[in-house]
């Protein structure tokens, strides 16, 4: 079984351009995240989705920040324009149904995409 | 508020030593708790979790973290260092009781082993 993978896996591009990241979660899964590690600093959450709707976007930076997910298959990220800031790597997690809290439903990584804004 | 403290940014042992990799949480509530680690240009991989069942917690890879609430920790040991255990270690707390699925995250620890 596939894993959930990101597209790409490196991105440099300069202050100002937009970025769009991919994930594509585990097939079946219904809850999609996005994560980010800033370098030096913690994973911080970014936001969640359940199928295609929002669950919890509680920890997008700004509204630079944009994600979708149609469908309720694979996400994208995208960054319009992007900022040094918003260099780090950005992770995709999925997990089965059932995010609630009674729920300890293992959360599923992909590997990352490093983001380096110039 | 919940958090979670990595104590060492970096560790470092030798082949065959105890492998020992603190994490301290803040949690008004019960709390799950996650070590997950991760190796060179691959994600985040599950070790162990703790979700309210037996403090004492096996893993894979031969990990294994007990649960103490007196003290808010969760630490991580394996009792004898192997060369493939070199990696950055996450621990992560997730609220029970809350409506919300995502994990929060310590700095991480990357553990190095010595021949």
């Known amino acids: 079984e596939a894993g959930v993978t990101q597209f790409p896996s490196h991105s440099v591009i300069e202050k100002g351009q937009t970025v769009t990241l991919r994930c594509d979660p585990i097939s079946g899964h219904d809850n999609l995240y996005w994560y980010r590690r800033v370098m030096g600093k913690e994973i911080k959450f970014l936001l969640h989705f359940v199928k295609e709707s929002k669950q919890d976007e509680s920890g997008m930076p700004n509204n630079r920040f944009l994600a979708e997910r149609t469908g309720g298959t694979y996400s994208t990220l995208k960054v319009q324009p992007a900022e040094l800031e918003d260099s780090g790597v950005y992770f995709c997690a999925s997990s089965q149904g059932g995010s609630g809290h009674f729920s300890d439903n293992e959360q599923f990584f992909g590997p990352g995409t490093r983001l380096t804004v110039l | 508020a919940q958090s979670v403290t990595q104590l060492g940014s970096h560790v470092s042992v030798s082949e065959g030593a105890l492998v020992l990799l603190r994490c301290n949480y803040s949690s008004s509530v019960p709390p799950y708790l996650f070590w997950y680690v991760q190796y060179p240009n691959q994600g985040l991989q599950l070790l162990l979790k703790y979700t309210s069942a037996a403090t004492l917690v096996k893993g894979i890879n031969g990990f294994e973290a007990e649960f103490k609430k007196s003290e808010t920790s969760f630490h991580l040991t394996k009792p004898s260092a192997h060369m493939s255990d070199a990696a950055e270690y996450f621990c992560?707390?997730?609220?029970?009781?809350?409506?919300?699925?995502?994990?929060?995250f310590g700095k991480g620890t990357k553990l190095s082993v010595k021949p």
């Open positions: 992560a707390v997730r609220i029970y009781g809350g409506s919300q699925g995502n994990l929060i």
